[in-house]
C-alpha cells in the first residue's frame, strides 16, 4: 500500500507552533549556536551566486530586480536577497511564497516591502508566475516536497517563473558524487521529510525551461550539516561517526562557542577542497537557446 507523507501539516504546523519565534528552521540535531554556524556558512555560499548575478545585470545596465523566494519560511533568505541588491543600487521588487500563512504573516511584520503569497507547490499551475522574474531562488526546500508528482510540479513553477536571462538559485541536499545512502529509497513507504535528488536530474528538469546550470558551489561542508554523499562507503560511514560525535558535542553550548572558529576555518576549507560532502548551491540561468551546454557568468 502506498503511504503519502504531508508535508503541508508538517510546516503549518511548525510555524504555528513557534509563532514567529522561529528565525529559520535550520537543523534539527543542533544548538542554537550550531546552526547560527551553519547559516553563516550557506549564506557566504549564496552570496557567492548572488555576486555573480550582479555582475551579469550590471552588464546589461539592469538597475531594476524582480525576485520571487520560493518556499520562504519567515524570510531569513528574502531578506538577506533583498538587503544585497538594495545596497548594490538595485530597486527590487520582492515576493515570498510559502503554504504557511503563519510564515507569511511573520514576514508581513518583519519584511513590509516584501509581496507575500500563500501558495502550496504541490498543486501550484506550473505557468502562474510565467516568465514574471529576474531572479527565483528556493532554499531548503524542494527536497521537502518527497513524492516525484510534487517536486516535477515545483520545478515547473520556478523553472517558468524565470524570465528570460534571469537567474534560478537552490540550494538543497543534491546529489554529485558516487556513495550515498540516501540514493536508495523505497518511495511507497519512505515517510521522511526530505528527499536528496540528483544534480543531473534536476539539469535536465530545468533545461526543459530553457535554463542551463552555470554554478555549483558546496554551501556547507558535513561538519556542519551532515554528510549526505561520499566518494565510497568507507567514506560515509567515517563522516557519519564525525557528524554524530560532534552532534553530542554540540550540546555543551559554552565548547561550541569557545571553538567556533575552528569550526569557520575547518568548514571553509573542506568547502574550498571539494570535500564539503553536503548540500549545495546550484545556480542556472535562463537562455535564449537551448544547445545542451551550460551558460556562463
Same mark, same amino acid.
Given at each position: 500500500? #502506498?503511504?503519502?507523507?504531508? &508535508?503541508? #501539516?508538517?510546516?503549518?504546523?511548525?510555524?504555528?507552533?513557534?509563532?514567529?519565534?522561529?528565525?529559520?528552521?535550520? @537543523?534539527?540535531?543542533?544548538?542554537? %549556536?550550531?546552526?547560527?554556524?551553519?547559516?553563516?556558512?550557506?549564506?557566504?555560499?549564496?552570496?557567492?551566486?548572488? =555576486? =555573480?548575478?550582479?555582475?551579469?545585470?550590471?552588464?546589461?545596465?539592469?538597475?531594476?530586480?524582480?525576485?520571487?523566494?520560493?518556499?520562504?519560511?519567515?524570510?531569513?533568505?528574502?531578506?538577506?536577497?533583498?538587503? /544585497?541588491? %538594495? =545596497? &548594490?543600487?538595485?530597486?527590487?521588487?520582492?515576493?515570498?511564497?510559502?503554504?504557511?500563512?503563519? $510564515?507569511?504573516?511573520?514576514?508581513?511584520?518583519?519584511?513590509?516591502?516584501? !509581496?507575500?503569497?500563500?501558495?502550496?507547490? *504541490?498543486?501550484?499551475?506550473?505557468?502562474? %508566475?510565467?516568465?514574471?522574474?529576474?531572479?527565483?531562488?528556493? +532554499?531548503? +526546500?524542494?527536497?521537502?516536497?518527497? *513524492?516525484? !508528482?510534487?517536486?516535477? &510540479?515545483?520545478?515547473?513553477?520556478?523553472?517558468?517563473?524565470?524570465?528570460?536571462?534571469?537567474?534560478? /538559485?537552490?540550494?538543497?541536499?543534491?546529489?554529485?558524487?558516487?556513495?550515498? *545512502?540516501?540514493?536508495?529509497?523505497?518511495?511507497? %513507504?519512505?515517510?521522511?521529510?526530505?528527499?536528496?535528488? @540528483?544534480?543531473?536530474?534536476?539539469?535536465?528538469?530545468?533545461?526543459?525551461?530553457?535554463?542551463?546550470?552555470?554554478?555549483?558551489?558546496?554551501?556547507?561542508?558535513?561538519?556542519?550539516?551532515?554528510?549526505?554523499? $561520499?566518494?565510497?562507503?568507507?567514506?560515509?560511514?567515517?563522516?557519519?561517526?564525525?557528524?554524530?560525535?560532534?552532534?553530542?558535542?554540540? *550540546?555543551?553550548?559554552?565548547?561550541?562557542?569557545?571553538?567556533?572558529?575552528?569550526?569557520?576555518?575547518?568548514?571553509?576549507?573542506?568547502?574550498? @577542497?571539494?570535500?564539503?560532502?553536503?548540500?549545495?548551491?546550484?545556480?542556472?540561468?535562463?537562455?535564449?537557446?537551448?544547445?545542451?551546454?551550460?551558460?556562463?557568468?
Amino acid at each position: 500500500m #502506498s503511504v503519502s507523507y504531508d &508535508n503541508r #501539516s508538517y510546516w503549518t504546523n511548525l510555524h504555528e507552533k513557534f509563532k514567529g519565534e522561529l528565525k529559520a528552521v535550520g @537543523h534539527p540535531f543542533l544548538s542554537e %549556536s550550531m546552526n547560527q554556524l551553519k547559516y553563516e556558512s550557506e549564506a557566504e555560499t549564496v552570496l557567492v551566486g548572488l =555576486k =555573480k548575478m550582479i555582475d551579469s545585470f550590471r552588464h546589461v545596465d539592469r538597475t531594476e530586480m524582480s525576485v520571487l523566494d520560493v518556499g520562504a519560511g519567515y524570510g531569513y533568505w528574502t531578506g538577506l536577497v533583498y538587503d /544585497l541588491f %538594495s =545596497k &548594490n543600487g538595485f530597486k527590487v521588487n520582492a515576493s515570498a511564497l510559502d503554504v504557511s500563512t503563519n $510564515a507569511l504573516d511573520v514576514i508581513r511584520d518583519r519584511l513590509p516591502y516584501v !509581496n507575500p503569497i500563500s501558495a502550496d507547490l *504541490r498543486t501550484i499551475a506550473p505557468d502562474a %508566475s510565467e516568465r514574471s522574474y529576474d531572479i527565483v531562488f528556493s +532554499c531548503y +526546500c524542494l527536497h521537502h516536497l518527497t *513524492r516525484a !508528482n510534487d517536486f516535477l &510540479n515545483a520545478m515547473q513553477f520556478v523553472g517558468r517563473s524565470v524570465n528570460q536571462g534571469g537567474f534560478l /538559485l537552490i540550494m538543497d541536499p543534491v546529489l554529485t558524487m558516487p556513495y550515498s *545512502r540516501e540514493d536508495i529509497l523505497d518511495f511507497q %513507504s519512505f515517510r521522511g521529510n526530505g528527499i536528496s535528488r @540528483h544534480l543531473y536530474f534536476v539539469d535536465d528538469i530545468l533545461a526543459g525551461f530553457g535554463l542551463r546550470r552555470c554554478l555549483v558551489l558546496p554551501a556547507v561542508s558535513f561538519l556542519l550539516n551532515e554528510n549526505i554523499e $561520499a566518494p565510497d562507503k568507507l567514506s560515509y560511514y567515517a563522516m557519519t561517526v564525525i557528524w554524530k560525535l560532534l552532534c553530542r558535542l554540540d *550540546r555543551i553550548e559554552h565548547l561550541v562557542e569557545k571553538t567556533a572558529g575552528i569550526f569557520k576555518s575547518t568548514d571553509l576549507f573542506l568547502k574550498r @577542497h571539494g570535500l564539503a560532502f553536503s548540500s549545495s548551491v546550484c545556480v542556472y540561468q535562463k537562455i535564449d537557446h537551448v544547445d545542451g551546454s551550460p551558460a556562463s557568468i
